[in-house]
């Protein structure tokens, strides 16, 4: 294995997140090693991309690889209510009349591995199949990592700096206790993919739609991929989906019964892949930086799926975190105030989409919301397509709870 022995940057994982971060370092001439536990291909869920992804997906200049590729082209977002309604889609270029208001949904195996290799096209050391065994300190202050290759040797690099990107197994996040679960969205999922579930035509083929089951205990997501598959994934309350149930296999038919709208979609197509469960759903760490080290993507944390947020936190963690480390490395300054400057704008960002979140699982009707005020029709849609980094987006919020006391004193 050819690395570097004393690179300014170290990145634990080669996720989107990862891949982002250490693109975005080494493309201003910073020595970044990479290392990444499993070897690419690998599978992947969180497969929607929403409509922000654009501006980071520029500056690592993936846009033409993605143009290029055979990702499904998405445009929308439809809803399905409990009854079987369904909305007429919310068509992003409404909104933002511009080549960003055009998505993708990708086949994570093949998209990570289009990140990963952009990465090391700019310069970044990439070496997969290398764990970390753990991350070096001296004091306080992150110092490098221990990392042992495939052949079992182990070796020490040392760094000005550490970023975590290892997903919700996160060393550090860990280390330091810092993870908070959300006692709101304790939530999990169960979904498989099928081959040849129907979609619709043209600029609507794409399109993520979003089912509520008819008891409204949870939603279906349906997202059509390329090569004729659909990933189809029920989410709901914890103990709803795996207490007292005899396996993930049963529970997925069982709520597939709830929700018609679905299994109409998927009555003539084969299902492909075993029935797959998550169970460790919403949480964020106390802190996204320390002393020479930082977290992005889900070592940070993760929000429930029900907008397709997930890439996007990644892309946008990564970004900060990336800008904030050069920033430091120009200075000479590693501490914890420098790399993690843009923690909070990030995450009143991410409590925006959670607010969101929030609202549809109470029931809110945002019909009903935009009706009584439609001059915030363009910000209910800045924050579905992720541009959630603007403080003027709160005034939204601030009617919501004004509606709402409204209908709760008539």
């Not at 083929?205 to 089951?213: H, M, P, Q, R």
């Not at 106390?286 to 993507?297: F, H, I, K, N």
């Amino acid at each position: 294995m050819q690395l570097n022995e004393s690179p300014n940057v170290v990145v634990i994982g080669g996720g989107p997140a990862g891949a982002t971060v250490s693109t975005l370092i080494a493309q201003q001439g910073y020595r970044v090693e990479l290392f990444e536990r499993d070897r690419f291909p690998r599978y992947h869920i969180g497969e929607s991309l929403i409509p922000e992804t654009y501006w980071v997906l520029k500056r690592l200049n993936m846009l033409e690889k993605m143009k290029a590729s055979p990702f499904i082209h998405k445009y929308s977002v439809q809803f399905v209510n409990a009854s079987g309604k369904q909305s007429a889609p919310f068509y992003f270029h409404d909104n933002k009349p511009h080549e960003c208001s055009q998505t993708w949904q990708v086949q994570r195996s093949e998209f990570d591995v289009m990140m990963l290799q952009n990465a090391a096209e700019h310069g970044v050391g990439v070496h997969e199949g290398v764990r970390v065994l753990d991350v070096l300190f001296e004091g306080d202050r992150a110092t490098g990592v221990q990392i042992v290759d495939e052949e079992g040797t182990t070796r020490e690099i040392r760094a000005d700096v550490v970023v975590d990107a290892s997903g919700q197994s996160s060393m550090l996040i860990n280390r330091f206790k810092l993870r908070v679960p959300d006692p709101e969205l304790n939530k999990g999922a169960i979904w498989a993919y099928h081959k040849g579930g129907y979609r619709d035509n043209g600029k609507n083929e794409g399109a993520t739609i979003v089912l509520s089951l008819q008891d409204k205990q949870g939603w279906f997501w349906y997202i059509p991929l390329h090569d004729d598959i659909v990933s189809v994934g029920v989410v709901a309350d914890f103990d709803y989906l795996f207490k007292g149930r005899e396996s993930h296999e049963a529970t997925y038919a069982a709520e597939m019964e709830k929700c018609p709208a679905v299994k109409e979609r998927i009555a003539a197509a084969t299902r492909v892949s075993p029935v797959k469960a998550t169970k460790d759903y919403t949480y964020r760490a106390s802190q996204a930086a320390g002393e020479g080290w930082v977290l992005v993507g889900d070592a940070f944390g993760f929000l429930d799926p029900l907008y397709s947020s997930g890439v996007l936190l990644a892309l946008k963690s990564g970004q900060l975190a990336a800008d904030a480390i050069v920033e430091g490395l120009r200075k000479g300054d590693t501490s914890q105030a420098q790399l993690g400057n843009w923690e909070a704008g990030y995450v009143e960002g991410m409590n925006r989409m959670r607010r969101l979140v929030c609202e549809y699982y109470d029931g809110f009707s945002f019909g009903q919301f935009i009706r009584r005020f439609p001059e915030h029709r363009g910000g209910i849609t800045d924050l579905l397509i992720g541009d959630l980094f603007k403080p003027e987006l709160d005034q939204v919020f601030a009617d919501i709870d004004s509606l709402k006391a409204e209908q709760a004193a008539s």
